[in-house]
């Protein structure tokens, strides 16, 4: 059978439909990387999206449950150049029949290089893919608040250790739970909307502000929540949780041309000048000129563009970054971030004891 993609510029994209009987709509976004389609699938960040891998051939090594981000895949459809139909190693699902078993839409035998050409024109664009000998099919746009739907609905505790940390829960990615977990933390996860009453009777060592879809500005009601737990306990954003720490300062985001999604991105740390490669996967920015009255200074930059990838507050044990420091797809060049939590928390309990 065959499927069209339909981008809101106009553009049409034809290609063979491999799996979902629905045509669906969203935010047609690529992501570069050559690998960790299995992560990308199953990234709450990309929750209603239409992802359109860049790699010529996808699905070569199949899907194994260890590799899953969570129990879902996210994307609202998957757009493919070559999709891998070849030997697949035992005990693992190949990814057409993973797409398909789960209902969700994927094209493949697409044009992805001018696909991609298009959107990195014109920028992130609104589409619809479906059957093609479905109806005509209206892009919606409206934009729809996709935290409550990939965030937790109630508490959950994991591991035992000596720093017990919260992690609010904007969407994450399960190896950002698991990195805390591997570094001797007790974590409970809660909801993003939890009330600042509730997590002080959890007695934390920390916060972690967690990744996650959407604009981050849709979560305003809860800045000055997120901002007085920032000051009262050692905290680390990450990706959405970065931007979030930022605004609820009294900082701005604004949404990037076609985002950065990958697991390639350079960037710098404005410290030591060093260069390293990050892992990516977001469509807002921390604007550096909304900065000043905050307390943060710009802790690491995009080499490509240069935009604001991390902040690090002046008084308070506060830190966050754009990109993702637990990989998962990606080099593991900042697993050190996670370090620094921890090291944060360990001072705290000092300072606490100190004054007891």
Request: hydrophobic fraction near 35%.
């Amino acid at each position: 059978m065959n499927g069209i993609l339909k981008l809101s510029n106009g553009s049409v994209f034809d290609g063979r439909w491999e799996g979902g009987e629905q045509a669906v709509s969203g935010e047609a976004v690529f992501f570069t990387g050559m690998t960790g389609y299995e992560e990308v699938l199953s990234d709450p960040s990309y929750k209603g999206q239409i992802v359109v891998f860049s790699y010529p051939l996808i699905g070569n090594y199949g899907i194994s449950a260890e590799n899953m981000e969570s129990a879902h895949i996210q994307p609202a459809g998957v757009i493919i150049a070559d999709g891998y139909s070849g030997f697949i190693p035992e005990k693992k699902t190949s990814l057409l029949s993973f797409l398909k078993s789960a209902g969700v839409p994927v094209m493949t035998g697409v044009d992805t290089r001018s696909l991609i050409q298009s959107i990195r024109t014109e920028g992130s664009m609104k589409a619809c893919m479906k059957p093609e000998s479905a109806g005509e099919l209206e892009l919606d746009n409206t934009v729809p608040f996709k935290v409550k739907e990939t965030a937790t609905s109630g508490f959950v505790a994991a591991g035992r250790g000596d720093y017990h940390v919260v992690l609010m829960d904007f969407g994450y990615k399960r190896s950002i739970l698991q990195s805390l977990l591997e570094l001797n933390c007790q974590v409970t996860v809660v909801p993003f909307d939890t009330p600042i009453q509730h997590i002080k009777k959890l007695n934390p060592d920390g916060i972690l502000f967690s990744n996650g879809p959407g604009d981050p500005k849709q979560l305003k009601p809860w800045f000055g929540v997120y901002k007085k737990l920032a000051e009262q306990y050692p905290s680390f954003g990450i990706c959405l949780g970065h931007q979030i720490l930022a605004l609820a300062f009294g900082g701005n985001t604004r949404k990037l041309k076609f985002g950065h999604r990958g697991a390639n991105h350079p960037v710098m740390n404005t410290m030591t000048g060093k260069v390293s490669m990050s892992s990516q996967n977001h469509s807002y920015v921390v604007e550096s000129d909304s900065l000043h009255k905050t307390g943060f200074d710009v802790s690491f930059k995009n080499v490509n563009d240069g935009s604001v990838e991390g902040l690090s507050h002046r008084s308070l044990p506060v830190f966050s970054v754009q990109f993702h420091p637990e990989a998962a797809p990606g080099p593991r060049e900042h697993l050190e971030l996670f370090h620094d939590f921890i090291s944060s928390m360990k001072n705290s309990q000092k300072k606490v004891k100190q004054y007891a």
